[in-house]
Nanobody, 114 residues
Framework: QVQLVESGGGLVQPGGSLKLSCAAS???????MGWYRQAPGKQRELVAA???????VYGDSMKGRFDIFRENAKNTVYLQMNNLKPEDTAAYFC?????????WGQGTQVTVSS
């Protein structure tokens, strides 16, 4: 069983930055981790993912602005978000995949507005 706890969301002005954190329980080093987001009335979409081996993938609109990285010693995955835009406003969810099933955090709200 994996439990995920996100933090770091909030209100930021356009062009600003935020860093999200997701702390995981369990055997973190074998987990593939990811961040997804869901805006009101829209489907949940991939923001970024990082495999247990460190391979990363990003959603198209996030490339060059967002950076996902993990610290296995802290059982934590991070999402550094730069040059934020109003369209990045959404609930951001942490995801973990242990090869058998997915686990989800409770989500953290990111609002980009002036």
């Amino acid at each position: 069983q994996v439990q995920l706890v996100e933090s770091g969301g909030g209100l930021v002005q356009p062009g600003g930055s935020l860093k999200l954190s997701c702390a995981a329980s369990g055997s973190f080093d074998i987990l593939d981790m990811g961040w997804y987001r869901q805006a009101p009335g829209k489907q949940r979409e991939l923001v970024a993912a990082i495999s247990s081996g460190g391979r990363t993938v990003y959603g198209d609109s996030m490339k060059g602005r967002f950076d996902i990285f993990r610290e296995n010693a802290k059982n934590t995955v991070y999402l550094q978000m730069n040059n934020l835009k109003p369209e990045d406003t959404a609930a951001y969810f942490c995801n973990a995949d242990d090869g058998f099933r997915d686990y989800w955090g409770q989500g953290t709200q990111v609002t980009v507005s002036s």
